[in-house]
Structures are given as structure tokens and as C-alpha cells.
């Protein structure tokens, strides 16, 4: 509200990036660019999906008129209503994303919704519901960006990378787990057992 960038971005605290995010400045036509979730977890695949009564709520508050948009996630394959990844989102300040997306979290805040295991990411569905009603035509991010490192092995061949030379950014939560030894010791073992990754980059190394 107070910046007068064309394009802002919005980051979690817990990424590494490895070359210049040159697609955070999106193409003409596009107002936000973003990669879908990568696993359903509260996401719906649709009428029958015991999550769509969450979802439809929150449509309602954010405004969505078009039902019939969907994704796909990139680890398990699922094709849910859009549901994507609020670590790395990049908007064009003109069209108000960010300030629409505040307003739908104090909605909910508002009528007392509250984080539980049935919504637990809360922010980013609101964010998600929130692009659907202002946005028409989404950027998704090349499969480098918010690249989901530990969940490689999981990953489509066709959609794996086998080298951080062909990553923008990780997105890891295990940065932040429990107790340093558990971070290093599950961190390490992550590194180690990646399939068909290139072990010999600079950039390996140095992440390790």
C-alpha cells in the first residue's frame, strides 16, 4: 500500500536461492505468478471431497466467481481446486493481491475461523482463494522455483531436477525442525539420498 514497485514479493523465511529469480518479473498479461502446492493436504479435488465445504466457505468470503478453475500439485499428482504455495509469490502491485489477501485473513479472523488440523495452512489458502477472485491468468513458475528438495525422491522424472545449477530456490522446512542435531542429522541425510543429483556442484557442497 505504501511502495510504488510494479511487482512485489512475498518470501518465507526458509529458502535458499541459488541464481537470479528473473520470473519474479512477470510477463504482460499476468498479475501473479506462483507454484502449486506440493501435496494435497486441505486441498479439494472437488463436489465429493470432504475438504470442499472449507473451500467454498472461503470462496465466499474472497469473492470467487469461476468454480471450475483447477491444479494440479506438483508431488503427488493431485488435481485440486488451485491451492498454491505461498513461500514464493510474486504480484503486480496494481492489482491488489496482497491487500485483498490481508482482507480475507481478517474475515475469517473476524467470524472466529482459527487454525486447527483441518485448516492448518490457513494463510495460504486464504492467498489462494484470494488470487482466484482477482487474478485470470496465473504465472506458474518454472520447476526451479520453490523447489521442494526433500520431497525429490517423490517427484515425477519428468519433473525433477538433477542438479541445484537448474534450481532458483529450495523451499525447506526442515531449516527450522526441533533441535539443531535433528535439523543436521535429517538435513545431511536428505543431501545424501537424493536420486540421480548431481553430488559434485559447487553448490552441493556448499548447501552441505
Known sequence: ???????????????????????????????????????????????DDPNEEYWMHLYELAGVKDLDRFI????????????????????R???GVFTAWQQTIEKLLEEGTSVNSKNFYYEQSALSATICA????????????NYPIHSHNQIIAAERLDSFDRVVCIHDHLFRSR???????TWVKTLKCLKEFDRTSDKYDWLY
Do not use: C
Open 179 to 185: 533441535t539443531e542435531n535433528y535439523r543436521e542429522r
Open 1 to 47: 500500500q505504501t511502495i510504488d514497485a510494479e511487482f512485489l514479493v512475498f518470501l518465507d523465511s526458509d529458502l535458499v536461492f541459488f541464481s537470479a529469480p528473473t520470473e519474479f518479473l512477470l510477463p504482460l498479461g499476468y498479475d501473479a505468478g506462483i507454484r502449486p502446492e506440493h501435496h494435497k493436504m486441505i486441498g479439494s479435488e472437488g463436489i
Open 93 to 95: 502491485r496494481s492489482a
Open 72 to 91: 494440479t500439485t506438483t508431488v503427488d499428482r493431485k488435481t485440486i481446486r488451485p491451492f498454491w504455495n505461498s513461500g514464493v509469490v510474486s504480484v
Open 134 to 145: 482477482r487474478v485470470d491468468r496465473v504465472w506458474q513458475f518454472a520447476t526451479g522455483y
